[in-house]
């Protein structure tokens, strides 16, 4: 069964500085891994997503996000946070495979961003 | 940009009640979620549809909710009768390209009193 970690229930970070958001994976064979941002009351947005290739993946807003295989690691960085990134934030994995049955994602259960002015 | 449309944003109802929640997925997406996020979790998994037909509900509660994508496009998650533990985001994600990506629509915050 595949499963995501999220170790830390909330981040604090001064408007700026950069920001990392953990998430380590256990997946079956080589992993897709995702990241989504949710909003107050909003659905989840996607952010960026890891299929292949290069290790380091850049997405929405500034957003990037590095593939550790030997650690299964996928942390969420970007280099200067702003106040409107302030929101929750939610790594997926699901395993490679063709067939419907292979699409599901496992949620991690979310790291809450707060920056500060 | 297309988008995952879902009605209604908020539902109010009391325990016994029937419930009904709407999604209408991306166009051409073949592949439909419903997912439950409680408060202060991830999203979880109810029931995946590929076209008309269901691919896994074995997280479905199937005593009181049901879900359905009659034509294979739009679908309707229904729970009767609501509890008070059914209070929570109802989201439908649709996925298609490569790697079927989900897309999320708004979602639908129900509270059962």
């Known amino acids: 069964a595949q499963s995501v970690a999220q170790p830390e229930d909330q981040v604090n970070v001064a408007e700026g500085n950069p920001l990392t958001v953990k998430c380590t994976y256990s997946?079956?064979?080589?992993?897709?891994l995702f990241w989504y941002v949710q909003y107050p009351n909003r659905g989840l947005q996607f952010l960026l997503k890891?299929?292949?290739?290069?290790?380091l993946v850049k997405g929405s807003y500034g957003f990037e996000a590095e593939f550790n295989k030997s650690q299964t690691s996928f942390h969420l960085k970007k280099p200067s946070a702003l106040v409107s990134d302030s929101a929750l934030y939610f790594c997926a994995v699901r395993a490679p495979g063709s067939g419907a049955g292979s699409y599901q994602l496992t949620f991690g259960k979310g790291t809450k961003l707060s920056v500060i002015p | 940009e297309a988008e995952v449309a879902q009605s209604p944003r908020y539902k109010i109802t009391e325990k016994s009640q029937a419930v009904a929640f709407w999604c209408d997925p991306i166009?051409?997406?073949?592949?439909l979620y419903w997912y439950r996020q409680i408060l202060g979790q991830g999203p979880e998994l109810l029931v995946q549809f590929q076209d008309e037909s269901v691919v896994d509900d074995s997280q479905l509660p199937k005593d009181r909710f049901s879900a359905e994508r009659l034509k294979g496009v739009d679908s309707t998650l229904k729970i009767q009768p609501a509890e008070l533990g059914d209070s929570a985001m109802y989201l439908c994600?649709?996925?298609?390209?490569?790697?079927?990506?989900?897309?999320f629509g708004p979602g639908t915050r129900l509270t059962v009193l």
């Open positions: 997946v079956s064979g080589n992993p897709y």
């Open positions: 166009s051409g997406h073949a592949t």
């Open positions: 994600a649709s996925g298609g390209g490569s790697y079927n990506e989900q897309f």
């Open positions: 890891y299929i292949t290739g290069d290790n």
